[in-house]
Structure formats: structure tokens, C-alpha cells
């Protein structure tokens, strides 16, 4: 080799060893076993513009006092400010066990399953937050379930033997974890923004209980008040997105329930729920992210096990045990996705 040839194969090495060693890589947060210590930012945006999503689930209104309502005086954060920027469907519905741990299992997995309502019992299919793990192999904060309610911490793990104990997500339930009761909404308002600006998770399922608690409770005023302070959390969750560099314009955010309650005159009216009654099944449905149409209200017939085919399409994995459908009636035309004036008008 004449000193020309090696000087220029000195140049390429230079270059190959510069190009594979850019990549940032975070080691700073604590890691479980099952996943790399040290990991690639393998997460390739590919033809979509949402990296993160967020699936708010607001346990137990009925449509009735919601998006149901004529006037929806108890959701003006939803009807007025963030509907004509997202995506309604009034058509969505629970089709499976009209329970809690029931209908998030369900959000999770893509599956209807009678899984037991007092976490006890681990879902039968591994969940969006597990298949996301195993494709992207981030650490363990990257996805999340953050709930009121301690029994849902059950959505972390799954019965599957080739998946239980593995890619679990990260978990924030109830006063400190399964077992330890349920906490107030407002702990879950200040932790969510607390993981969401400290850890920037990826994949992130928060449950929020008070319509559901205090209707359990015969409690109207608190019933309705606590539908409303649901509706002002999806706002000021939206407006926090928006204003968060690791977030704005690459999120989609969803907002569904767990199930609704029973209509007036069926057994004892809004404080219960759990049968198959139209009420019961039927559920609010909102989306809002770069990759969606607004200012829409459509009437496609969907229900809870669509939302982690819809996410798998978002964020380009494969959910194989998933029952549902990809929702392609929220996708707008490439050239029809948010600008970003628009998506920053309610941050403003
Ligand atoms: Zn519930
Ligand atoms: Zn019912």
C-alpha cells in the first residue's frame, strides 16, 4: 500500500468510527433486568409525525352527562376549546365486561377479557406497553401507567408465560401501588405532570376515578364535579403537551372511559354499572395529535380494543394478539395534518 492509498484508507476509518458513535445514549435512569442498561434511541420516526402517545381514561361517566349531553355544560374544555382541534367519535363503545380492570384491559391489550375487577388477576395478553418495549427496547420509564386506582396496576404484567415478567411499563397506582387503596385525582393530576416533564415517557395510560367514585357513593354534586375536573385535566394535559419541547407536535393524545353507568330507571340508576345495558356500553371517544383529522364528530362504530391497534399503527409495532382495528377514519391526508399554528392555538 503506497503512503496515497493508506493515507485515504486512515480517512474512511476515521469517518465509520465518527458515524456509528453519535448516537446519544441515556443511561441515567434505573433500568430492569429485562431490558439493555445501555440502549440506542432505536425509535425511527417512520411515516407518521406522533413519537408519544397518551390515553387519558376517565373512569365510569355516562355518555348521558358527557359528550352525550345537549348542552355538555359539564365537559366545556372537551366541547368548546379541544374538540374543534381533535377528533369525536359518539359511536364508541365497551363490548366486553362493563367493569374497570375489564375495560382498561381491554385499552391495553386489544382483547375482552372477564379478568377479575379487583387486581387479582394479570390480563391474558401481553399489552401495547410490553409489545411497545420489546420492539423499541428503551428502559422502563419510556412507558407508564399512572391510576388513581391501586387495582390497576395490573395492566403492567400479563399472564402469557413467554412475556410475564418482561417489558413491563412503569407504574404510579393508587397511594403506593396494588393493594395500598385508592388515591385522589389531584395526586394523579401532579404525578402525571411530575413523570411527564421528569422521565418523558413514550407510551402513557393515566386513569383518573372520581365520576366513578362518587357516583359508587350516591353522590351527584361530586359525580358531576368530578366530570368536570376530568374535562379541565384533559385541557390542561393538552395545554401541557403542547408546551413541553420533548412532546409538542409529536403526541397524540386519546381520551376515552374504562365503561359508563346504568340509565336512569335500569336497577339503581347512575350508581352502579356492569351489565350490558346501552348505557353502560357506551362510552366518550376523543383524539387529538399531528396524525388526525379536526374539527370532526364521526359516527364509525368502534370500541376499546381499536385504541392499541390504532396505537401500534401510530407508533409502527406489532400488536400479534390484538383483537382490534386500526381506526384509519381519525388519520388525515398528509397534507391535511395539524400546522403547527393550530396546534398551539389552545397552548396559547
Ligand atoms: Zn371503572
Ligand atoms: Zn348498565
Redesign the pocket.
Known sequence: MDFKSYFIAILISVFILNSCSVDAIDTSLDVKSDLPSVQKERYVPSKYKTKNVIILVI??PRYSETWGSPTRDLIPVLDRQLAPLGIVNSAFYNLGST??NP?HTAITTGNYQNIKNNGSELPNFPSFFQHWSHTYAQHQESTYVIASKDKLEILADTKASEWNGKYAPATDCGIAGLGTGYRDDAITYQNTFDILSEKHPRLVLINLRAP?SFAHANDWDNYIRGISNSDKFLGDLWRFLQNDPFYAENTTLFMTN??GRHGNGNKNGFISHGDGCSECRHLNFFAIGPDFKRNEIITTERSQIDIPATVAELLQFDMPYGKGEVMFELFAPPSETIPRTIAHSIAE
Do not use: A, L, V
Open positions: 373512569d365510569g367493569y374497570t375495560g366513578d374504562d365503561h
